[in-house]
Every structure is written in structure tokens, then in C-alpha cells.
T-cell receptor, first 113, second 113 residues
């Protein structure tokens, strides 16, 4: 089954404790992206990657890191999480960025206390 | 700066009604527009992607239209069903590279039996 898999689905952590949210797709997509979704603010792009070893900032990259060492994986790293990073996070992938249907994972709900 | 607006924020209709969801964008120089559905606790599912050269796209009971000159797209749902209850979002690419997408904040639809 074609899918984007994110883990974990739920995560509660404390301020400053490094964490990684994993994302994997099995569709051989070139493009992958991370979004956060907050009430009243909608979906905002954090980082994206057009291919292996090619990543760039979205609209809200501060406090986040990504890497794309393999085509299928695109982990999101929070080196020192803060409470304002409490949010619902989505990973997405597609063949050609926004010019082809975007496939989303089921989300990771992160709470930073 | 591209802004995408969806009005109303919420809509409630009885089963069987035909309905129209609206999406407006401020910069008419778009290359495509994508409609998504989001179920509670789930990621987004791409419903239709309509290219700027097209005026309409259809999938089953869904029909999306695009009018670039007026900065509007509509998603028509025929013979609505309770299973159509979800939040519907639209998104446009921000640039020719299609790396960045701008999302509307969505319309939450409730179809009552």
C-alpha cells in the first residue's frame, strides 16, 4: 500500500530534550515536506526537500532541522524543543512538489511542557 | 504575497444536498490548485488537482472549478452524504518550482443524516 508513515503518533516531552520525528514514504517520491498545523493558523511549511541531500527552509524553520540521506526518509529533528513547538506535525510527499498530488502522513501530535 | 482564504469556516447541511465550497487567492498567477480533505485525527488526502490551463476537474461526486482571473476556485459536492463530513482545504504553489505551497485554513463540513 502506497503510504507516508510518521512516527510516533503522539509525543509528550519536556523543554530542551532533543527529539526526532521520523517520516518514510514507499512511493519513490522526489519531494518531501514537513508542515505544522495550529488552530487559527492553518498549515505552515517548515522544511522541504526536492531530492536526496537537497533541503530548504519553508515559512517557519526556526528551531527545526531536517536531513535527506535516503530518498524514502525525511526525519524532523527538534534539537531543543520549546513549548511554542507544541503542535500537530505532518509529513508529505509527491513526485513533483506542488505540481502533483501531495500524500500526507497521519500526523504527530507533539506536546512540549 | 499569496493569501488563500476559505469562507465559510464551517458549514452544516442535511444529507442529499448539493453544496459548494469556496477558495479565494489573492495572486491570480497560479500554476495549479489542489483540494484536500482532512478527517479528524488524520492527515490530508488529495482530492483533485486542477492545472491553471484547466477550468474543471471531476472525480465521482466532486467537481472542482478554477477561475484564475477572479482568483477563485469552487469544490462542488453532489448529493452529499454523512461520510463527506470532514474539513476541506485548498492549496496553491507559491512559485514555479512548486516547492512551497500556501494552504487555506479550511471549511469544516458536517453532513447530517
Amino acid at each position: 500500500e502506497a503510504q507516508v508513515t510518521q512516527n510516533p503518533r503522539y509525543l509528550i516531552t519536556v523543554t530542551g530534550k532533543k527529539l526526532t520525528v521520523t517520516c518514510s514514504q514507499n512511493m519513490n517520491h522526489e519531494y518531501m515536506s514537513w508542515y505544522r498545523q495550529d488552530p487559527g493558523l492553518g498549515l505552515r511549511q517548515i522544511y522541504y526537500s526536492m531530492n536526496v541531500e537537497v533541503t530548504d527552509k519553508g515559512d517557519v524553520p526556526e528551531g527545526y532541522k531536517v536531513s535527506r540521506k535516503e530518498k524514502r526518509n525525511f526525519p524532523l529533528i527538534l534539537e531543543s524543543p520549546s513549548p511554542n513547538q507544541t503542535s500537530l506535525y505532518f509529513c508529505a510527499s509527491s513526485f513533483r512538489g506542488g505540481n502533483s498530488p501531495l500524500h500526507f502522513g497521519n500526523g504527530t501530535r507533539l506536546t512540549v511542557t | 504575497k499569496q493569501e488563500v482564504t476559505q469562507i465559510p469556516a464551517a458549514l452544516s447541511v442535511p444529507e442529499g444536498e448539493n453544496l459548494v465550497l469556496n477558495c479565494s487567492f489573492t495572486d491570480s498567477a497560479i500554476y495549479n490548485l489542489q483540494w484536500f480533505r482532512q478527517d479528524p485525527g488524520k492527515g490530508l488526502t488529495s482530492l483533485l488537482l486542477i492545472q491553471s490551463s484547466q477550468r474543471e476537474q471531476t472525480s465521482g461526486r466532486l467537481n472542482a472549478s478554477l477561475d484564475k482571473s477572479s482568483g477563485r476556485s469552487t469544490l462542488y459536492i453532489a448529493a452529499s452524504q454523512p461520510g463527506d463530513s470532514a474539513t476541506y482545504l485548498c492549496a496553491v504553489p507559491l512559485n514555479t518550482g512548486f516547492q512551497k505551497l500556501v494552504f487555506g485554513t479550511g471549511t469544516r463540513l458536517l453532513v447530517s443524516p
